[in-house]
């Protein structure tokens, strides 16, 4: 299983919620389905269903190589990933919190320059979001990316964040209603948003990580 690319040797997996069989959009299928293709297109060494973000957290503790890149595939909403209705948010950094000593864990296994994508909905829109990101970033010390609109087939609003740096895109971006402080709903997907790719590209550009980025 072990990848050696360049001047780093891990892994990429991808993690999916294997909860929404029949709620939730009924995507746990299309999900598992999408890593498999993953998997045999070798651009990923290994997948897991999850029911909970313990779950999810305990299994990556069992890899054996450090970890080059993790997806997360779910739901989502502003600042938070979700798992069924377990959220892995900001408030999960916390010394107390249940799922620290997994982060925790998981830090110590991310291999240098490590990349954590949330491929779920609106994750890094709106001010909680950007929080979110630039949080987690400096906990793993790893480059966070993730979406500020509803994704589906296509995937807009693609941005990311790498530690010790704030974000780049507008607290406003995906936003269709509420504030960046109350976001209440997330626009949709198009292929002409900024910053959007199609569900089967499974690399975030290296420019989208820069302010100096430009739409698409």
Request: one cysteine or more.
């Amino acid at each position: 299983m072990t990848r050696c690319l360049r001047y780093t040797c891990g892994v990429k997996v991808v993690v999916y919620d294997n909860t929404c069989v029949t709620t939730r959009g009924h995507l746990t299928p299309a999900w598992a389905t999408g890593t498999l293709l993953y998997r045999a297109l070798r651009r990923i060494d290994a997948r897991r269903g999850a029911s909970s973000w313990d779950e999810a957290l305990a299994w990556l503790a069992t890899l054996r190589e450090p970890i080059d890149e993790l997806q997360y595939w779910g739901h989502g909403t502003w600042g938070a990933a979700l798992v069924a209705g377990d959220a892995l948010d900001a408030a999960a950094l916390a010394p107390a919190h249940r799922l620290r000593a997994g982060l925790d864990a998981l830090r110590a296994q991310l291999a240098p320059d490590a990349l954590v994508w949330f491929r779920t909905c609106e994750t890094l829109g709106a001010r909680p979001g950007m929080d979110f990101a630039m949080r987690l970033a400096d906990f793993l010390g790893a480059r966070v990316a993730g979406h500020t609109y509803i994704i589906h087939a296509y995937q807009s609003g693609l941005c990311g964040v790498a530690p010790g740096m704030t974000t780049h895109w507008s607290p406003d971006e995906g936003l269709l209603e509420g504030t960046p402080d109350q976001p209440r709903r997330a626009r949709s997907s198009t292929p002409w948003a900024p910053r959007t790719i199609h569900c089967l590209n499974g690399r975030v550009p290296e420019a989208w990580f820069s302010r100096s980025e430009t739409s698409t």
